[in-house]
């Protein structure tokens, strides 16, 4: 599997070096750059594109990225009336602006680059190689924990570029969870938790790859993965989004009808355990980590409370950090919902729910059909169960191959793409015979 052209080329090496980039600390740049540059090169490849433009390389723009790139430009709006409600001036809207083309930007950008001639099967193969090599380089990261060696290396000289934090051009080790006082490990995220969301975003385009045993690498490389990082949300997303894509994925199929009726029938005779199952693995699961949870659930009280007293409708503009109850975090982080509730208002909370509603529904049709489909449809769940762990934002330059994927499903061409490789070679054929 080798890239064909300069659109693959690009996602190849990013995704192949994806730990050399790490170990420069540009993993943070990359993601914003890499996006804007093939970002330019559709608007190249859509202004040279006319009638006599060959099928099977004209680009087309669905609907659905069409509204990913609607919702994030009213993001944009609504980072401006917020700064512009509580007078933040020129330089800050600036500054926030450029924040919005390295983060909320991202996610209408990637699928729009779906919309290039990129074989999905290219994409399954970068994410099976790259997590193979984590599997392979997760052993001398563990052992440094035990063999007592510093937990951070070094901090990359880009972080004079600019960016969220320190963390982002860390090359750390290992790390302690100050809760826990136990080791977990980020490897080239900036925090556990991210290493998991990664794992999982990788998992469902890993699984497709065709070869068997790049395939099983790519899994065990996801496993240890989420299993490092210590992320509760990545052991529970992980199945959970297998399990939901593979039904959704045959929702036309008779079979999959009568057993939902069974399900259904089953379910309303025995709702009062079910509920008392769903309390008991609430509380389990909060238990498992109650400083985390503790301050997670205190960062989403205080971003609803201000949302709704002080800036309802186009939110306050900015991050700000958070008291000592909540160890100086910012307001919001954490969860995508109550972070967009406080920096953009109601306004930026339905500019990320549109979108992924709009996602969800047209995938899970398509996903009757289109294995690519299939693949973009666990990108959107694996997006939404991050909502509630994780500021998308803020991490979109890790999780961009899976903002991609779903671009891919979204195109009609995809189902042409799938069948290319077959196309090219009966066309050979035919002129060899």
């Excluded at 890993?206 to 065990?220: E, H, P, Q, T, Y």
């Amino acid at each position: 599997m080798k890239p064909q052209n300069f659109a693959e080329k690009a996602i190849w090496i990013s995704i192949i070096w994806t730990y050399g980039f790490y170990a420069i600390g540009g993993l943070y740049i990359l993601g914003a750059v890499l996006a804007w540059l093939l970002f330019g090169h559709l608007c190249v490849k859509l202004w040279q594109q006319n009638d006599e433009t060959p099928v099977e390389e004209r680009i087309t723009i669905p609907w659905g990225v069409r509204i990913w790139v609607v919702s994030m430009l009213v993001m944009q709006v609504a980072l401006v009336m917020g700064h512009l409600d509580f007078n933040l001036g020129l330089g800050e809207i600036i500054k926030s602006t450029i924040g919005w083309a390295k983060g909320w930007a991202l996610l209408a950008l990637y699928p729009l680059i779906g919309c290039l001639n990129i074989r999905p099967q290219l994409m399954y193969r970068a994410a099976s190689r790259i997590c193979a090599f984590t599997l392979a380089i997760s052993v001398p990261f563990v052992l440094a924990f035990y063999v007592h060696l510093p937990q951070k290396l070094y901090v990359s000289p880009l972080r004079a570029v600019g960016g969220p934090g320190p963390d982002f051009f860390e090359v750390m080790l290992y790390e302690i969870d100050p809760g826990e006082h136990k080791p977990r490990w980020r490897l080239f995220t900036p925090w556990a938790p991210a290493l998991g969301f990664v794992a999982n975003i990788y998992f469902f385009m890993v699984l497709r790859d065709s070869d068997r045993k790049l395939r099983w690498l790519g899994i065990a490389g996801c496993l240890v993965m989420c299993q490092i990082s210590a992320s509760r949300l990545a052991l529970i997303a992980m199945p959970a989004v297998w399990l939901i894509t593979l039904l959704l994925s045959k929702l036309s199929r008779p079979l999959t009808l009568i057993g939902l009726g069974i399900v259904s029938f089953i379910s309303s005779i025995t709702l009062n355990e079910i509920l008392e199952a769903i309390e008991t693995f609430n509380e389990k699961f909060t238990a498992a980590r109650k400083d985390s949870s503790r301050v997670r659930a205190a960062l989403g009280r205080i971003a609803r409370y201000r949302w709704e007293k002080e800036a309802p409708i186009w939110g306050h503009g900015v991050v700000e950090k958070g008291p000592h109850l909540v160890e100086h975090m910012p307001i919001g982080s954490h969860h995508s919902w109550f972070g967009l509730l406080y920096v953009k208002g109601i306004v930026g909370f339905f500019a990320l729910a549109v979108p992924m509603a709009w996602s969800f529904g047209d995938l899970t049709v398509k996903a009757q059909k289109s294995e690519s489909a299939q693949v973009g449809l666990s990108m959107v769940l694996v997006l939404m169960f991050y909502t509630f762990g994780e500021n998308l934002e803020i991490l979109a330059y890790l999780f961009w191959p899976g903002l991609v994927m779903m671009g891919i499903g979204f195109n009609a061409k995809d189902r042409l793409q799938e069948d290319k490789p077959r196309v090219v070679a009966l066309k050979e054929v035919s002129e060899h015979s």
